[in-house]
């Protein structure tokens, strides 16, 4: 491994997405729709700490609901991660291919986070952490992942809806598709793909 900041970062960053399914009491569901994505959703933090951690299991470690896990990178580094996931693209009622996947992030989530990068030291960091997947015979495979600043994703997200949901109640949230995400953060699709992960947490 060399010696750059990128690639001290990261310990395992060819991890993906459908690895983790294999690993203990990890979700291992086929299909689509909400069940599975949710699913998804949980092996994705997984990954996240799979990524960044030296442990070569899967799991991950979460004490508020405005962050999915929590990484010690080495003695002066700690990451706390939002993790988003999504599927490529979504299917229409006749199984066909629909729009593109959308991230939701929810603003009193990012409204902590923001405010927990700006009273911490450079040694504890908040970031985001994106993951998108496709399904093949009913199994996911990662199309790619990417990690950024809070500050960088605040200042991509610019509007916020009201919206009733089932477990978060009237919250505000922004739900903004992955293609419009990798655009307005200057990362070609080509990239996205075909690099084991994107990293902009220096940028």
């Known amino acids: 491994m060399s010696e750059s900041s990128t690639d001290c970062r990261f310990h395992s960053p060819e991890v993906k997405l459908e690895d983790v399914r294999e690993g203990k009491s990890s979700n291992t569901c086929c299909g689509r729709g909400r ?6 959703g949980y092996n994705a933090e997984r990954l996240a700490h799979a990524v960044f951690s030296q442990l070569d299991f899967y799991y991950s470690i979460s004490i508020d609901p405005w962050h999915d896990d929590i990484v010690e990178v080495h003695d002066e580094l700690v990451y706390w991660i ?3 996931s999504c599927v490529d ?3 229409t009622a006749a199984g066909e291919e629909g729009r593109y996947g959308q991230f939701r992030v929810w603003k009193h989530h990012h409204d902590r986070i923001i405010e927990s990068n700006a009273n911490s030291s450079d040694s504890k960091r908040c970031i985001y952490f994106f993951v998108v997947y496709t399904i093949e015979d009913g199994i996911e495979k990662e199309i790619g992942k990417l990690v950024a600043p809070a500050q960088m994703v605040d200042g991509v997200i610019n509007t916020w809806i009201s919206e ?3 477990s978060m109640g009237e919250k505000m949230n ?3 598709s992955w293609r419009l995400l990798l655009k307005k953060l200057g990362v070609s699709r080509e990239r996205f793909e075909n690099e084991h992960i994107i990293d902009l947490l220096d940028e």
Not at 35 to 40: F, K, W
């Open 35 to 40: 069940e599975t994505a949710s699913s998804r």
């Open 82 to 84: 939002e993790v988003k």
């Open 89 to 91: 693209r979504y299917q």
């Open 164 to 166: 009733d949901h089932v």
């Open 174 to 176: 922004r739900q903004i």
